[in-house]
Every structure is written in structure tokens, then in C-alpha cells.
């Protein structure tokens, strides 16, 4: 991929327990076909698909990434799909805007009164938080409790 679109995060910046004395401990998310659309041999390919997207954020953010790295863990689309992902995503329907928050299936399964589905691949998307606001709402429609008030907290008049 010539200018691949990065997700790099740094855990330890809000824990350093995370890693070493002195170390970090680096994810980063790289675009990759799923196994259905690209025919990617990831058991070879992984290994030189991961380092050139090393080599892309030591490039763009931090040059010396490439000599610091001591452990390298990488999930391909084959290793998403031997853990039960659908075509090897870990976001369950295609991550475009058309597959996105308000755009992601319903709860609810047409003609069928009795099935409320919950997860990544329903409202309101991917990701652990709206997969548990996912679950509230499955949870609301089982339980009729649709019409939930929302409370907003002053923090500042609690603090005061």
C-alpha cells in the first residue's frame, strides 16, 4: 500500500506499567483487505506487510521505531478469521460510511418479533464502547425499557 491511512496509539502514555522502565508500547491499525476481497496469502505475507507499515510510521512520526522495536505481535485478516471474524475483519461489515454508526443493521431482524441482535456488526458500530451501547439497547428493546431519560451531571456544581 503506497500511503496507507494509520491508527497509531500509545497505551503507556496513560500507563507506563504497561511497558519496561524507559520503553513504550506502541498499536498500530493498518488497512488490509479482508479475505474475501483480497486473495492475500497472510501466513507469508504478514511478517513484510507489518514492516512496511513500520517503516511508513517511522517515516512519517518516529524515526528511530525501526531500531527500537523488541517484540512484534502481528494480527493479519487470517488470524481475525481463525478466531471466528467473519472474512477475516475484526469490524464485522465493511468499515465504510455506508457500513457506519447509523448506517449499521438494526437491533431488530425484520419478521421476526422475537430476535434482537447486538455486537460490532449492528448500530451503533465497531469499536468496545458502542458495542456495549449495542448491548444497552438490545437489552432496552428485551426489556420494553425504550424511553431511558438521559441525566446530564454538572461536574462543576459537584465539585464546588
Known amino acids: 500500500m503506497r500511503d496507507p ?3 497509531v496509539t500509545r497505551p503507556t502514555a496513560g500507563d507506563p ?14 488497512p488490509a ?3 474475501t476481497a483480497g486473495r492475500v496469502d497472510w501466513d507469508s505475507a504478514g511478517a513484510s506487510y507489518a514492516q512496511s507499515m513500520i517503516d511508513t510510521v517511522a517515516s512519517r512520526l518516529l524515526p528511530d521505531l525501526r531500531d527500537s522495536v523488541e ?7 487470517l488470524d481475525w478469521a481463525r478466531q471466528g471474524m467473519a472474512a ?15 448506517f449499521r443493521p438494526a437491533s431488530t431482524v425484520r419478521g421476526i418479533d ?3 441482535l447486538a455486537g ?12 456495549l451501547i449495542s448491548g444497552r439497547l438490545a437489552a432496552d428493546r428485551i426489556t420494553g425499557n425504550t424511553n431511558r431519560s438521559i441525566r446530564h451531571l454538572d461536574l462543576k456544581a459537584q465539585l464546588s
Open 33 to 35: 483487505p479482508n479475505l
Open 120 to 131: 460490532s456488526s449492528t448500530v451503533p458500530g465497531v469499536g468496545v464502547p458502542t458495542t
Open 17 to 30: 506499567a504497561l511497558a519496561p522502565p524507559g520503553r513504550d508500547l506502541l498499536y498500530l491499525l493498518a
Open 88 to 102: 477475516g475483519t475484526p469490524f464485522a461489515l465493511a468499515h465504510t460510511f455506508g457500513k457506519t454508526g447509523p
Open 5 to 7: 491511512s494509520l491508527l
Open 114 to 116: 422475537n430476535a434482537v
Open 71 to 77: 517484540l512484534l505481535d502481528v494480527v493479519t485478516p
